[in-house]
Every structure is written in C-alpha cells, then in structure tokens.
T-cell receptor, first 114, second 113 residues
Framework: NAGVTQTPKFQVLKTGQSMTLQCAQDMNHEYMSWYRQDPGMGLRLIHYSVGAGITDQGEVPNGYNVSRSTTEDFPLRLLSAAPSQTSVYFC?????????????FGSGTRLTVV | QQQVKQSPQSLIVQKGGISIINCAYENTAFDYFPWYQQFPGKGPALLIA?????SEKKEGRFTISFNKSAKQFSLHIMDSQPGDSATYFC????????????FGQGTTLQVKP
C-alpha cells in the first residue's frame, strides 16, 4: 500500500517556467488537497477537491491550477513560476468521513524557483 | 488573516515534563480540530483530533483540551520524551467540508534528555 505518492521530490525551476507537481493515492480517498509549507507560516491550503471533477480554492490559490479527472490523481500546475513559489509542497488525501477525517500526507516536493 | 493562531512558535522541555501547545480560532463554524506531528523531511501525520461535543480527549500521553466559549484548544504531551521532538500543527475545519482543513503556524518542540 503506497499511500500518497508525490513526484518529483526535488525541483529547480527558472522564473517564468511552468511545471506540474504530481500526486497520486491508492486508498480510494475522495478528498485530496495541496498545501505549501513555509517557515513560520505553517501549512497553507492551495486547492482542494472533494471528489473527481470537483475542485475549490484554498487560502493561497493564485499562480496555481488543479484538476481532478480521476479519484486517484490530483496534479498541481504552476503556470509561470515565481521566486515567491519557492516552498515545500505537500499533497494529502482523506476519506472525508468519520471517524477522524484524518488526512494522509505525501512526503513532499521541495521546489526552488531561481 | 490567519484563521488559526498557534503558540508558542518553539518550545523546549526537559524529558519527563509536560509540553503544552495552544491554538485559537476565529471561525465559529469550525467543528473539527486535529493535531498533526511532523518529523524533519517527512509529511505531517495525524496525531489526535477532537470534535466540540467533548471538552477533552486523551490518547496515551497526548491530550486535547477544548474550550468552545473561548474558541481555544490545546495539546498536552505528558511525560515528554526525546522522540517527541518534532513540529506540531493544530488545524480546524468545518464538519462536512473537511477538505478545507486550515492549519496553524506550527510549534517546534525539543525535548532535552
């Protein structure tokens, strides 16, 4: 059981480049989310999805796009990378039902924009 | 605007002591409050969670205390151990919309032997 798999683990981009961060889960979870983690800022929600075909914005959605065509995959696209998007990105998934509603997180993607 | 405020930012506790981390929230619609633990280089992992129908929940050495009227909740780690050294995050969401889980800023805990 792989859980939540994020690729790549590390990435360096030049300002203005675009890329897609991949996230896949094999637990048949309906809920999936993307967070970014920055020192002193905690984890900030970028976008989330409550099922295939349904996405919504989180706290810091600007500069990012998502889509959810299947239950398993939830890619995050950076349209035109900026240095302010240098961060560690986490994908998470959950059943969205009691008990616990607990999110399972991936191991993260460390992105540097130069 | 930070919807969930967490303190302190860092905490140093001696082995065997009690670690206390506090969180406060603004949105009265929040009704699910989990705590996550994160070790360096890893993703956060769910530690313990509480709904507002109870004022306290205990799992082993970890206890959540919840004060609905004050809109505050806290994590107590009893008999703290060096292996508890990690970053702890509180979070909150609305029942039925737990996809929108909002986190606090995090507390880095160091337990000294």
């Amino acid at each position: 059981n792989a859980g939540v798999t994020q690729t790549p683990k590390f990435q360096v981009l030049k300002t203005g480049q675009s890329m897609t961060l991949q996230c896949a889960q094999d637990m048949n979870h309906e809920y999936m989310s993307w967070y970014r983690q920055d020192p002193g800022m905690g984890l900030r929600l970028i976008h989330y999805s409550v099922g295939a075909g349904i996405t919504d914005q989180g706290e810091v959605p600007n500069g990012y796009n998502v889509s959810r065509s299947t239950t398993e995959d939830f890619p995050l696209r950076l349209l035109s990378a900026a240095p302010s998007q240098t961060s560690v990105y986490f994908c998470a998934s959950s059943t969205g039902t009691l008990p616990g509603y607990g999110y399972t997180f991936g191991s993260g993607t460390r992105l540097t924009v130069v | 605007q930070q919807q969930v405020k967490q303190s302190p930012q860092s905490l140093i506790v001696q082995k065997g002591g009690i670690s206390i981390i506090n969180c406060a929230y603004e949105n009265t619609a929040f009704d699910y409050f989990p705590w996550y633990q994160q070790f360096p280089g890893k993703g956060p992992a769910l530690l313990i969670a509480i709904r507002p129908d109870v004022s306290e929940k205990k799992e082993g050495r970890f206890t959540i205390s919840f004060n609905k009227s004050a809109k505050q909740f806290s994590l107590h780690i009893m008999d703290s151990q060096p292996g508890d050294s990690a970053t702890y995050f509180c979070a909150a969401s609305i029942y039925g919309n737990t996809g929108k889980l909002i986190f606090g800023q995090g507390t880095t805990l160091q337990v000294k032997p």
